[in-house]
């Protein structure tokens, strides 16, 4: 799924964004890369 389509579906979901990283030891998201953790909160 595309991030674009999760970040939507996410906020349909009332979650808000709080960050986003590249892999489980958080480092530095680029976007493009292969693989992303997101991290969301309830509003």
Do not use: I, K, N, T
Request: glycine fraction near 4%.
């Amino acid at each position: 799924m595309p991030l674009r389509d999760y970040d939507r579906a996410c906020a349909a979901a009332d979650l808000a964004y709080e960050a986003r990283y590249a892999d489980w030891s958080a480092a530095r998201f680029v976007a493009g890369g292969c693989f992303a953790v997101s991290v969301h909160r309830r509003r």
